[in-house]
């Protein structure tokens, strides 16, 4: 008698013919007990799905691979136990690979402590199943993260990763698959500022096809070190448009005549001085004016944002005006691998007004005016490029344009 009330079915039993005895004692007085007799004997069925499946092995020497996480479980019987067992759950799908082999097998899915009042059945009975070797090794974390994210003119070290290495368990045969481990940081916004964020361990294929390993840690801390690189260069000036007819601009400084510029180490490096482009076509006399500094792409700025111009003039003696044509725009520092194109002036020619004494003037040819751009750290893309000019010192010259606006591609791409 003890062993039957340490039996938990036995008293879930003998609870559930008591209630039921009760519940029809009152209703045989209702004229009722026929009907409730009938109804809580009756037979039907419900589906319990998403029931769990309990894999049993030796999980420290071995891993499992292919069994159905959960299946779904038919029960048929009398309906109050049906009801009962769909609202408990409280039974056991399993599989007992405990006399597993290594390799591939058919495995029978089997249910225990379910009421021998009901009948089950699964919507499968058996799995192939893959029993292998637990292995574990460990792997060297490799950091990564968008570096298109970078803003312009910034640079950033090589990540740094604590801890740098991870333990991986797992089949032996996956493990032996394992061709990259990474920690890919999340980036949404551009980057200005050093950072140090957590990044979940991600173990790879050789065709980057996620694997199914145990990772240990699975998080790691990823640090990247972000400057933005500067340099001091001095101030190169431009006169644009045209001077009065009655007047010479004998000459043109700059205050302060260095300025501090920002960018990639690669785009300073290629960068000797910073052109700046003053429009002399309103200027009527000796005059000091405030002149911004345009950016040239790949500098993301610039200290001071502006110098103070003092332009000086003079009436025109005897000074004459000559117009040399089509000199070439010659362009340096451009990337191996890379080609440019002019998009404006398409020629790749510009024209210089020289003004000075006639004699002079005579004296000159295009072949003493230098016009260049610099295209050091820029990628592809279009770009709008400042003309760095060198020419004669005992004549004035502007130019018929401000800036070049080139092209710049991947030449194997062009010629394809």
Same mark, same amino acid.
């Given at each position: 008698?003890?062993?039957?009330?340490?039996?938990?079915?036995?008293m879930?039993?003998?609870?559930?013919?008591?209630?039921i005895?009760?519940?029809?004692?009152?209703?045989?007085?209702?004229?009722?007990?026929?009907?409730?007799?009938?109804?809580?004997?009756?037979?039907?069925?419900?589906?319990?799905?998403?029931?769990?499946?309990?894999?049993?092995?030796d999980?420290?020497?071995?891993?499992?691979?292919?069994?159905?996480?959960?299946? $779904? &479980?038919?029960v048929?019987?009398? /309906? !109050?136990? %049906?009801?009962?067992?769909?609202?408990?759950?409280?039974? =056991? @799908?399993?599989?007992?690979?405990?006399?597993?082999?290594?390799?591939?097998?058919?495995?029978?899915?089997?249910?225990?402590?379910?009421?021998?009042?009901?009948?089950?059945?699964?919507?499968?009975?058996?799995?192939?199943?893959?029993?292998?070797?637990?292995v574990?090794?460990?792997?060297?974390?490799?950091?990564?993260?968008?570096?298109?994210?970078l803003?312009?003119?910034?640079?950033?070290?090589?990540?740094?990763?604590?801890?740098?290495?991870?333990?991986?368990?797992?089949?032996?045969?996956?493990?032996d698959?394992?061709?990259?481990?990474?920690?890919?940081?999340?980036?949404?916004?551009?980057?200005?500022?050093?950072?140090?964020?957590?990044?979940?361990?991600?173990?790879?294929?050789?065709?980057?096809?996620?694997? $199914? &390993?145990?990772?240990?840690?699975? /998080? !790691?801390? %990823?640090?990247?070190?972000?400057?933005?690189?500067?340099? =001091? @260069?001095?101030?190169?000036?431009?006169?644009?448009?045209?001077?009065?007819d009655?007047?010479?601009?004998?000459?043109?400084?700059?205050?302060?005549?260095?300025?501090?510029?920002?960018?990639?180490?690669?785009?300073?490096?290629?960068?000797?001085?910073?052109?700046?482009?003053?429009?002399?076509s309103?200027?009527?006399?000796?005059?000091?004016?405030?002149?911004?500094?345009?950016?040239?792409?790949?500098?993301n700025?610039?200290?001071?944002?502006?110098?103070?111009?003092?332009?000086?003039?003079?009436?025109?003696?005897?000074?004459?005006?000559?117009?040399?044509?089509?000199?070439?725009?010659?362009?340096?520092?451009?990337?191996?691998?890379?080609?440019?194109?002019?998009?404006?002036?398409?020629s790749?020619?510009i024209?210089?007004?020289?003004?000075g004494?006639?004699?002079?003037?005579?004296?000159?040819?295009?072949?003493?005016?230098?016009?260049?751009i610099?295209?050091?750290?820029?990628?592809?893309?279009?770009?709008?490029?400042s003309?760095?000019?060198?020419?004669?010192?005992n004549?004035?010259?502007?130019?018929?344009?401000?800036?070049?606006?080139?092209?710049?591609?991947?030449?194997?791409?062009?010629?394809?």
């Amino acid at each position: 008698m003890d062993k039957l009330m340490d039996n938990r079915w036995f008293m879930r039993v003998l609870a559930l013919v008591l209630a039921i005895l009760l519940y029809i004692s009152v209703a045989v007085e209702n004229g009722e007990g026929n009907k409730i007799i009938g109804s809580a004997t009756k037979n039907s069925s419900g589906v319990i799905e998403n029931m769990p499946v309990q894999l049993i092995y030796d999980n420290k020497n071995l891993v499992v691979s292919g069994a159905p996480k959960t299946v $779904d &479980v038919t029960v048929t019987g009398p /309906k !109050v136990i %049906v009801q009962q067992v769909k609202a408990a759950r409280d039974f =056991t @799908v399993y599989m007992d690979l405990s006399n597993a082999q290594i390799g591939k097998q058919k495995a029978k899915l089997k249910v225990k402590d379910l009421s021998d009042k009901l009948k089950y059945k699964l919507n499968r009975t058996y799995a192939t199943v893959s029993v292998q070797e637990k292995v574990s090794k460990i792997f060297n974390v490799e950091a990564e993260y968008d570096k298109d994210m970078l803003a312009t003119g910034y640079e950033a070290s090589v990540p740094a990763v604590e801890p740098g290495t991870v333990k991986i368990t797992g089949a032996k045969n996956v493990i032996d698959r394992i061709s990259y481990v990474k920690a890919t940081v999340e980036i949404s916004k551009p980057i200005t500022e050093s950072f140090t964020r957590a990044a979940t361990v991600n173990v790879l294929d050789r065709n980057l096809n996620k694997l $199914d &390993v145990s990772v240990n840690p699975d /998080k !790691v801390n %990823v640090s990247v070190n972000v400057t933005n690189p500067s340099k =001091t @260069v001095p101030i190169s000036i431009n006169p644009v448009g045209s001077n009065r007819d009655n007047l010479t601009i004998t000459s043109i400084t700059t205050n302060p005549k260095k300025v501090t510029i920002y960018g990639t180490s690669a785009r300073l490096a290629g960068i000797e001085t910073l052109p700046v482009n003053i429009d002399i076509s309103k200027i009527t006399k000796d005059t000091t004016i405030d002149v911004p500094i345009t950016l040239p792409d790949g500098i993301n700025k610039v200290d001071p944002e502006m110098v103070t111009a003092t332009i000086k003039v003079e009436e025109k003696k005897n000074e004459d005006e000559k117009t040399l044509s089509n000199i070439p725009i010659k362009e340096k520092g451009l990337a191996a691998g890379y080609q440019m194109d002019f998009l404006s002036p398409k020629s790749g020619t510009i024209d210089i007004i020289a003004d000075g004494k006639k004699s002079d003037l005579d004296k000159i040819s295009a072949s003493d005016f230098n016009v260049s751009i610099n295209l050091s750290g820029l990628k592809e893309g279009d770009h709008d490029v400042s003309y760095i000019v060198s020419g004669p010192k005992n004549v004035t010259w502007r130019l018929s344009g401000e800036k070049a606006k080139i092209r710049i591609s991947d030449a194997a791409q062009k010629t394809e």
